[in-house]
């Protein structure tokens, strides 16, 4: 992605990733891939979104939509 450093879609690129891995890896590397989203990109207009992520993704399965 360092081709994409600094653009606008950079942060939209990243949560995709952290969703995408979340369908083909499951809940833990899903986890840690929005951890990695909140640290690299404070400033981005998607963290509300990424933090909501978060918060589903620790519930437990039970309690999901």
Do not use: H, W
């Amino acid at each position: 992605m360092s081709l994409l450093a600094g653009t606008q879609f950079e942060d939209k690129l990243a949560l995709l990733r952290a969703i995408l891995i979340g369908k083909v890896q499951g809940v833990g590397p899903y986890r840690q891939a929005l951890n990695e989203f909140v640290r690299d990109y404070p400033a981005s207009a998607l963290l509300s979104r990424a933090k909501e992520m978060q918060a589903a993704a620790d519930q437990p399965t039970a309690n999901r939509k």
